[in-house]
């Protein structure tokens, strides 16, 4: 039954396919961090998409972590063994394309680890998503609904672009 629930969770609607190619085999790009500047450097990494949810094909890659081959590059991802928690929503997270934003809304606790790593956790999750076409801003949330990493009484900076 659980199975058959996650299969559900996962189906796309269209929204979250907006503005994704309609064949499966696309290559997107995933940008892991190399180094561990503020933001940090980003190198992309190449992958091929098994199904049209190329969005959120890209941020599971992104959780993934590069390959032994990319890691012995010396690319990583802060992403990878960050989350954390039960799902409030039956998979790791949600990815909804409209108007020119891409909202990422984390469906378990994303675990931080300092400022800088924070930081470059946005950057990938911000270039990542803004290769497709259709996306010009990036929010990501944390399972609350607050801005992922917002420290403020509100949390609301992604939202408002201020403090």
Known sequence: MKELLMATVLTLSPAHAAGS???AGTTVKVYFAKGFGI???LVPVTRTAPHRGVARFAVEQLIAGPTAKERARGLHSELAGALRGRSTCGADFTVKIAKGTATLR???TVMGNGIGS???VLNMIGTT????ATVKKVVALEKNG????????RGTSCLTGRE
């Not at 607050?146 to 009484?153: A, N």
């Open 146 to 153: 607050r801005c992922l990493f917002d420290q403020t009484d």
């Open 21 to 23: 190619p309609t064949q």
């Open 118 to 120: 924070d930081a470059r």
């Open 39 to 41: 933001p940090g450097k």
């Open 106 to 108: 984390f469906c378990r």
């Open 129 to 132: 998503l803004k290769q497709f």
